[in-house]
């Protein structure tokens, strides 16, 4: 797996070897982890190391098993850390109970590989109840989705339902759903 990551920052200079850890969005030290148990019980991760700050964009690349999916699931709280320290936006994940992960997930947004919409929803109602999970209650959270949507070329489908949506229509309702954990949503769009 290969990582390269890019600041966003206005004076790149020269990028510090390590970073401190107070000025981290993610900072992954000697992180393991296993797949199965006894006999069966595989390695995926081997000692792995990540420093994301904030601004930066990182982007993972390699064979399919090589454990990107892996890491994103235990930087993101969607799978409990093993082996090895994953401090997210300046919580250490490793030994957090399902709820403690739960709250920690609420922070973060996530736009998944395949989507991951609900196909019986319309493109306004994925986005809707992304948002009332995440406790906005809006008087104006109507207007809100639609000029989100909107801004993103979706204006015309915004009641038509993901099997009615091309491919990249439906990654864009999908990234639209991820914003519904930040507040504001309309304004960083």
């Known amino acids: 797996m290969n990582v390269v990551t890019s600041s966003s920052q206005p004076n790149p200079g020269v990028a510090k070897a390590v970073k401190a850890a107070d000025e981290l969005v ?12 006894g006999e069966n019980r595989k390695q995926v991760l081997f000692n792995n190391t990540l420093q994301v700050g904030p601004g930066e964009l ?21 799978r409990s850390s093993q082996e090895g320290s994953n401090c997210v936006l300046g919580k250490e994940l490793k030994g957090l109970g399902a709820k403690q992960l739960n709250e920690v997930r609420r922070q973060i947004g996530f736009i998944f590989q ?5 196909d019986s929803l319309t493109a306004f ?16 959270m109507r207007r809100e989705i639609i000029k ?42």
């Open 58 to 78: 990182v982007i993972m690349t390699g064979p399919s098993g090589s454990g990107k999916t892996t890491l994103l699931t235990l930087v993101g709280a969607l």
């Open 26 to 37: 993610v900072n992954v030290q000697g992180l393991n982890h296993y797949f199965g148990e």
């Open 125 to 140: 109602e994925n986005v809707k109840m992304s948002m009332e999970l995440h406790g906005h209650k809006s008087r104006d």
């Open 148 to 189: 989100i949507l909107s801004r993103l070329g979706l204006g015309e489908r915004i009641y038509y339902k993901p099997r009615q949506l091309s491919g990249g229509q439906r990654q864009r309702v999908a990234f639209t759903t991820s914003l519904g954990s930040f507040p504001a949503v309309s304004d960083s769009v």
């Open 114 to 118: 395949m989507h991951n919409l609900f």
